[in-house]
């Protein structure tokens, strides 16, 4: 027999899916019966995300400032409000969980009316705009990087990190050796689909710069834009150098616990695989994040000593070639940057976020669940 109901709300992007389908896995292991809530786009998730049912509900975006614009994604979030609460007196769940973008505040806010326990999940070290829609209202708040402090978000927050991949977990059982004297020397460069277009333009260049015998040592794994793979690999080409450029690999994982080092953006989740892993990363934040968030994550594992973090204008070919060249011939800072960045690993992440789930499922506040085990 079922433990009990667990709503879980998510925006229908990879970033908002993947921490709740981590969370769904293990909550169907402890005996918990999982639905899911998000936008329109849940069709194409129905296949693989392990839920009981999946609520499509309505929602909208609040960024435009026309006057006409907000009034209508008003109505239409308070038609999501109105869906999500008959969802709730229908499944009658023990919790609702939110894992960001704006289909979250219907259904968190429809179980907050209705006061059901619910608790909100931030990947980033800067909070996205619908949780801070949210954070006064819930009970809890699960934090990626986000601080437990005695501000009033601080006090309900419990950094359990960010769920990672199975693959990731299996990766970080590989520990990290440096690579010395004329041995392989193996970079992994990755920016996402957005972010890859300035490494496709810069790190070749930079690789120009580096000496004949640092060449000879490089082994790169280069994702880029599909438009762009055939003009890398010909940079590449013209350098001897030996390079696999694509737009998507499906074994990063793999990648990223062979690699030496990582150049990359800083997104949530990259950053806290590179931790699990426990691999020295020269980290780029996007420039246009809207919030900023990358920016955050970086200085998070910065601050371990897992990490450089370098503002994408100040990283013309040479520099890039400075800094990869002087990590390339010190590989006793390298391992000491991969031991930091495996400390602010957090492989239990799913655990303590299913833990955090139980414990306000069950009306156990915040510092009641700090008190426990997990003090």
Do not use: C
């Amino acid at each position: 027999m079922a433990r009990g109901v667990i709503l879980l709300a998510a925006g229908g992007t990879g970033g908002h899916l993947f921490p709740a389908e981590a969370l769904a896995h293990e909550l169907n292991e402890r005996g918990w019966t999982v639905h899911l809530a998000t936008d329109d786009r849940a069709e194409r998730f129905a296949a693989h995300f392990p839920a009981a049912a999946i609520h499509p509900t309505q929602s909208a975006t609040m960024g435009s400032k026309n006057p006409v614009a907000l009034l209508g994604a008003f109505w239409k979030i308070w038609r999501g409000v109105r869906q999500a609460s008959a969802i709730i007196a229908r499944i009658k769940p023990d919790a609702v969980v939110g894992f960001g973008g704006y289909p979250t505040l219907p259904p968190l806010y429809a179980a907050t009316r209705r006061k059901v326990p619910t608790l909100i999940h931030e990947q980033n070290a800067v909070m996205g705009r619908a949780n801070r829609a949210l954070a006064g209202r819930v009970d809890a708040i699960a934090g990626g990087f986000l601080p437990q402090d005695t501000s009033a978000i601080g006090a309900k927050t419990v950094t359990t990190g960010n769920p990672v991949r199975p693959p990731v977990l299996e990766a970080a059982k590989t520990p990290y050796a440096a690579s010395t004297g004329d041995q392989p020397f193996r970079l992994l460069v990755f920016g996402g689909s957005q972010g890859a277009q300035f490494f496709s333009d810069a790190v070749p260049a930079a690789i120009a710069l580096l000496s004949e015998a640092q060449r000879k040592r490089l082994m790169i794994t280069q994702q880029a834009r599909a438009d762009d793979v055939a003009r890398v690999k010909a940079a590449y080409a013209t350098l001897g150098v030996a390079v696999e450029v694509s737009p998507f690999f499906t074994d990063m994982a793999q990648r990223m616990a062979a690699a030496h080092l990582v150049i990359s953006r800083s997104g949530a989740s990259t950053v806290s695989e590179i931790a699990v892993i426990g691999r020295p990363a020269l980290l780029v934040p996007y420039p246009y994040a809207l919030d900023h968030d990358q920016a955050a994550n970086a200085a998070a594992l910065a601050a371990a000593g897992g990490g450089e973090v370098h503002p994408q204008s100040s990283l013309s070919p040479e520099r890039i070639a400075a800094l990869l060249g002087g990590l390339m011939d010190d590989p006793e800072r390298l391992a000491a940057m991969a031991a930091g960045a495996k400390s602010a690993g957090r492989p239990d992440a799913t655990q303590l976020l299913a833990d955090l789930t139980e414990a306000i499922a069950s009306q156990k506040t915040v510092s009641d669940f700090r008190k426990g085990t997990h003090a």
